[in-house]
């Protein structure tokens, strides 16, 4: 490998790098993420969680200080605790896109996850809980962009129910999912892949020199928008048949162990160029 080449990693969390709702990185994988913000190649967290569901990972995002959530709709500066960018699904659009999910879905569940954390629908039912948060009709809850969605419905199989969404969907907004049985609906164009091309576009990065990890179908713009791409062992079939190589499981920090020979590959490219000499 180039010593010179300026490369960045980009990772999903959930799954990838860390167990499904873990608050924490563990320790070889942190050790790992150290070592190479120390030797220069910035990690960026690139995760449909909220912002609300980060603070755990805030001290791991190096020297950069910056991490993509909500699926690509916001992109966050840790170190300054600040918004970067936010682009989200207007109370007006967003309301329509619902109307038409109900007319062909009658039941269908709805939320909006905004900036500032989730909100329901009366009939949302939430799995985790999220005490203090708004619950009303959508004209009462929707009074700031939405950068996240979501549906659920309790009658329709979840195999079936992310095609029916984004088919009545179509391309009034971007549909895509990451747990089974909920529909993840984001702004027309916006992905994870549309929000790491802005960031790298600011760092100086090209698409070629990212190296992507994820494991869901959130992530398949992602690993096919980088120039490089893996999906852990226990990802989603869709997501082992796009990305270019597969890591170990998640469960045996896979993404740790293809960054550990990064950094030896790192290293000997640097020794390499040192004997060289100028």
């Given at each position: 490998?180039?010593?010179?080449?300026?490369?960045?990693?980009?990772?999903?969390?959930?799954?990838?790098?860390?167990?499904?709702?873990?608050?924490?990185?563990?320790?070889?994988?942190?050790?790992?993420?150290?070592?190479?913000?120390?030797?220069?190649?910035?990690?960026?967290?690139?995760?449909?969680?909220?912002?609300?569901?980060?603070?755990?990972?805030?001290?791991?995002?190096?020297?950069?200080?910056?991490?993509?959530?909500?699926?690509?709709?916001?992109?966050?500066?840790?170190?300054?605790?600040?918004?970067?960018?936010?682009?989200?699904?207007?109370?007006?659009?967003?309301?329509?896109?619902?109307?038409?999910?109900?007319?062909?879905?009658?039941?269908?569940?709805?939320?909006?996850?905004?900036?500032?954390?989730?909100?329901?629908?009366?009939?949302?039912?939430?799995?985790?809980?999220?005490?203090?948060?708004?619950?009303?009709t959508?004209?009462?809850?929707?009074?700031?962009?939405?950068?996240?969605?979501?549906?659920?419905?309790?009658?329709?199989?979840?195999?079936?129910?992310?095609?029916?969404?984004?088919?009545?969907?179509?391309?009034?907004?971007?549909?895509?999912?990451?747990?089974?049985?909920?529909?993840?609906?984001?702004?027309?164009?916006?992905?994870?892949?549309?929000a790491?091309?802005?960031?790298?576009?600011?760092?100086?990065?090209?698409?070629?020199?990212?190296?992507?990890?994820?494991?869901?179908?959130?992530?398949?713009?992602?690993?096919t928008?980088?120039?490089?791409?893996?999906?852990?062992?226990?990802?989603?079939?869709?997501?082992?048949?796009?990305?270019?190589?597969?890591?170990?499981?998640?469960?045996?920090?896979?993404?740790?162990?293809?960054?550990?020979?990064?950094?030896?590959?790192?290293?000997?490219?640097?020794?390499?160029?040192?004997?060289?000499?100028?």
């Open positions: 490998m180039d010593a010179r080449r300026r490369i960045l990693i980009a990772t999903d969390l959930d799954g990838t790098l860390v167990p499904d709702d873990t608050v924490a990185l563990p320790p070889h994988t942190a050790s790992v993420l150290r070592r190479l913000d120390d030797a220069g190649v910035p990690v960026v967290f690139v995760t449909g969680r909220p912002l609300r569901w980060m603070s755990g990972f805030w001290p791991h995002v190096g020297s950069h200080g910056l991490a993509v959530v909500s699926n690509g709709a916001l992109t966050f500066d840790a170190h300054a605790g600040t918004i970067i960018t936010l682009a989200g699904i207007e109370a007006e659009a967003g309301m329509a896109i619902c109307a038409a999910i109900e007319a062909e879905l009658p039941g269908a569940w709805f939320a909006i996850e905004c900036a500032d954390g989730i909100r329901f629908a009366p009939e949302y039912v939430e799995p985790y809980p999220s005490p203090g948060a708004p619950r009303g959508l004209a009462e809850i929707w009074t700031d962009p939405a950068v996240k969605l979501l549906v659920r419905h309790p009658d329709v199989p979840a195999a079936v129910l992310h095609d029916r969404v984004e088919a009545i969907v179509g391309d009034r907004a971007t549909v895509t999912w990451s747990v089974s049985g909920l529909v993840e609906i984001s702004s027309a164009g916006i992905t994870k892949a549309s790491l091309r802005h960031l790298c576009r600011r760092l100086g990065i090209d698409a070629a020199d990212v190296i992507a990890f994820g494991d869901m179908p959130n992530d398949i713009s992602l690993l928008w980088a120039g490089t791409s893996y999906a852990v062992a226990n990802a989603h079939e869709s997501v082992i048949r796009a990305a270019d190589h597969i890591a170990p499981p998640c469960a045996e920090e896979g993404v740790a162990q293809v960054l550990d020979r990064l950094l030896d590959e790192l290293a000997a490219a640097a020794a390499d160029a040192g004997k060289a000499g100028p």
